[in-house]
């Protein structure tokens, strides 16, 4: 999908293939339709209850409102996903992709946009999962909840010294006045 389809849309409309992601690999696709009309969504993420946060694992609505906002027709995607609890969160999710598809010249473009936000996203998930097991880690050696030991920690002026050089300052003045 780039907005360079916007012409086909246009022309034949659009049909989205409402089943389910475990029987994908049944639809028989050489048979629907010109293939040369045929298109492949970028990189989106859904909002569905079923799935979401998961990368291209919309649903029929999400799919076919992503290929009218892709191609320009903005509007109309907003409409077919206001009636879903979760269509503005749709939009949210996806603004930023969204925004760059939009303004891109042709479909090679989208394709690389899409490229680098999943390769952004797998970077940040390897970061998360990094994190995790830093934690996991300092939890396994103890480190995490608990008093450190105090010969670990570097010396603390004592009480009593600053009392005490506050009363020899006190002394000191005293004797001036005297």
């Known amino acids: ?42 990189y989106l993420v859904a909002a569905n209850s079923v799935n979401y946060g998961k990368v291209f694992k919309m649903n029929t609505a999400e799919a076919v409102a992503a290929a009218l906002f892709i191609s320009g027709w903005v509007h109309e995607a907003v409409a077919l996903m ?24 042709n479909e090679a473009q989208v ?21 995790k097991a830093d934690k996991a880690a300092l939890h396994a050696a103890g480190n995490v909840g608990q008093y ?12 009593d ?3 005490s050089d506050h009363n020899t300052e006190e002394n000191e003045a005293a004797d001036v006045a005297d």
């Open 1 to 42: 999908m780039s907005p360079e389809d916007a012409e086909v849309i246009s022309q034949y409309g659009i049909a989205g293939i409402n089943c389910s992601w475990n029987r994908l690999e049944e639809i028989p696709f050489t048979t629907l339709g010109k293939p040369k009309n045929q298109r492949k969504l970028p």
């Open 161 to 163: 010294d600053d009392e």
């Open 111 to 131: 394709v690389a946009l899409g490229q680098a936000f999943e390769s952004l996203r797998n970077l940040q998930h390897s970061e998360k999962e990094q994190r």
């Open 82 to 105: 206001y009636p879903f609890s979760y269509g503005e969160e749709f939009f949210k999710l996806n603004a930023e992709a969204f925004e760059r598809y939009v303004t891109a010249d």
């Open 148 to 159: 450190m030991d105090e010969s670990l920690l570097p010396p603390r002026p004592a009480d």
